[in-house]
């Protein structure tokens, strides 16, 4: 018999409150553990509390405080080798960065499907 497979852990980190929690209730459908905040400090220090490195970090491009969801991303990464998505519904995000940091850009508003291609990319769901 085979062991149960472990879902993967994706922090995702989005300043309105409706678009993180359907963000993290579509997650959770597809078998994953979420780690959900408005911001970097709150997703970092959610992080240190449950002692875990997350397997995908799911941001968003504009933040209100702080830094935006590239500098969130490049600092989450700093100890790790992390697969990131980049959302934005700004059409002037910064595509050439997403290329230089490694991660995938998608524009708001995301269709289910592209984001669970995405997801499926980076080894977070099975196919």
């Known amino acids: 018999m085979k062991a149960p497979r472990a ?13 993180l929690e359907a963000t993290e209730g ?6 994953c553990r979420v780690v959900a905040a408005e911001s970097y400090g ?35 990464r700093g100890a790790f080798e992390i697969p990131a998505l980049l959302i934005s519904a700004d059409a002037s995000s910064p595509s050439s960065e997403t ?6 850009l998608l524009h708001k508003p995301v269709n289910a499907a592209a984001f669970r291609a995405a997801l499926i990319e980076a080894s977070v769901l099975q196919s």
């Open 99 to 104: 290329r230089q940091g490694g991660y995938h």
């Open 42 to 76: 709150e997703a970092i220090t959610k992080l240190f509390e449950i002692g875990q490195r997350p397997d995908l970090i799911v941001c968003d491009y504009r933040l209100p405080q702080g830094p935006t969801g590239v500098d969130a991303i490049e600092m989450l």
């Open 7 to 19: 879902s993967k852990l994706v922090v995702v980190i989005e300043d309105d409150p409706l678009v």
């Open 26 to 31: 579509l997650l959770r459908s597809w078998g």
